[in-house]
Protein backbone atom coordinates (compact mmCIF):
# COMPACT_ATOMS: atom_id res chain seq x y z
CA UNK A 1 0.00 0.00 0.00
CA UNK A 2 2.89 2.33 0.74
CA UNK A 3 4.21 1.59 -2.40
CA UNK A 4 1.18 2.96 -4.33
CA UNK A 5 0.46 5.64 -2.35
CA UNK A 6 4.09 6.85 -3.18
CA UNK A 7 3.83 6.33 -6.79
CA UNK A 8 0.18 8.11 -7.21
CA UNK A 9 1.43 10.76 -4.95
CA UNK A 10 4.58 11.78 -7.13
CA UNK A 11 2.03 12.18 -10.18
CA UNK A 12 -0.80 14.18 -7.95
CA UNK A 13 2.16 16.62 -6.83
CA UNK A 14 2.92 17.45 -10.81
CA UNK A 15 -1.05 17.96 -11.21
CA UNK A 16 -1.04 20.14 -8.42
CA UNK A 17 1.71 22.17 -9.89
CA UNK A 18 0.77 22.15 -13.44
CA UNK A 19 -2.76 23.59 -11.98
CA UNK A 20 -1.61 26.15 -10.31
CA UNK A 21 0.37 27.40 -13.07
CA UNK A 22 -2.65 27.29 -14.70
CA UNK A 23 -4.26 29.78 -12.67
CA UNK A 24 -2.00 32.01 -12.34
CA UNK A 25 -3.30 35.34 -15.09
CA UNK A 26 -2.14 38.72 -14.80
CA UNK A 27 -5.66 40.56 -14.85
CA UNK A 28 -5.55 43.89 -13.08
CA UNK A 29 -1.97 43.52 -12.15
CA UNK A 30 1.50 44.97 -13.41
CA UNK A 31 3.78 42.95 -15.74
CA UNK A 32 6.03 42.84 -13.43
CA UNK A 33 4.08 41.25 -10.42
CA UNK A 34 2.88 38.62 -12.89
CA UNK A 35 6.27 37.51 -14.61
CA UNK A 36 7.61 36.98 -10.59
CA UNK A 37 4.72 35.17 -9.74
CA UNK A 38 4.59 32.99 -13.35
CA UNK A 39 8.83 32.39 -13.08
CA UNK A 40 7.80 31.25 -9.59
CA UNK A 41 5.36 28.85 -10.21
CA UNK A 42 6.49 28.06 -13.84
CA UNK A 43 9.88 26.85 -12.02
CA UNK A 44 7.83 24.54 -9.81
CA UNK A 45 5.70 22.97 -13.00
CA UNK A 46 8.81 21.40 -15.08
CA UNK A 47 6.97 22.59 -18.22
CA UNK A 48 9.98 22.70 -21.02
CA UNK A 49 10.45 26.47 -21.98
CA UNK A 50 8.21 26.06 -25.35
CA UNK A 51 4.97 25.10 -23.05
CA UNK A 52 6.01 27.82 -20.80
CA UNK A 53 6.21 30.63 -23.63
CA UNK A 54 2.76 29.30 -24.53
CA UNK A 55 1.31 29.77 -20.89
CA UNK A 56 3.33 32.56 -20.44
CA UNK A 57 0.69 34.49 -23.57
CA UNK A 58 -2.31 33.02 -22.42
CA UNK A 59 -2.21 33.76 -19.09
CA UNK A 60 -1.64 37.42 -19.82
CA UNK A 61 -3.86 40.39 -19.79
CA UNK A 62 -6.53 40.27 -22.71
CA UNK A 63 -5.29 43.95 -24.04
CA UNK A 64 -1.97 43.53 -23.63
CA UNK A 65 -2.44 40.00 -25.69
CA UNK A 66 -3.89 41.57 -28.38
CA UNK A 67 -1.47 44.80 -28.82
CA UNK A 68 1.13 42.88 -28.95
CA UNK A 69 -0.39 40.29 -31.69
CA UNK A 70 -0.30 43.94 -33.55
CA UNK A 71 3.36 43.64 -33.16
Do not use: P, T
Not at 9 to 17: A, I
Not at 33 to 53: C, D, H, I, P, T
Not at 55 to 63: D, G, L, Q, S
Amino acid sequence: MIKIKKKFSRGNKKLVKVVKLKKVEQEIRIMEEFVQEFKRVARESRYNKRALVEEFKKRINRVIRRKLIKY
